[in-house]
């Protein structure tokens, strides 16, 4: 009997702190792509983010329909 309390308590116990680090997990990602770098293509002027600019010969694109 006591076993049992002891691993309701644990499952509990995990459960209770994987959902923590889910929720804590959310915010931190949306502020990741909140905060990064938007650079300008360099044919349309769009804002996009750093890690999806297309960079060639020094210039910044926001597309491969735009690096040609
Ligand atoms: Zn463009």
Redesign the pocket.
Known sequence: MFIKLILVLLLGWIGINLMQRYKKNNPSNSKKSQGQKMIA??????H?PESDVIKKNGKN???K??VE
């Open positions: 293509c360099d044919v349309c002027d769009t996009v694109y926001c597309s329909e735009h």
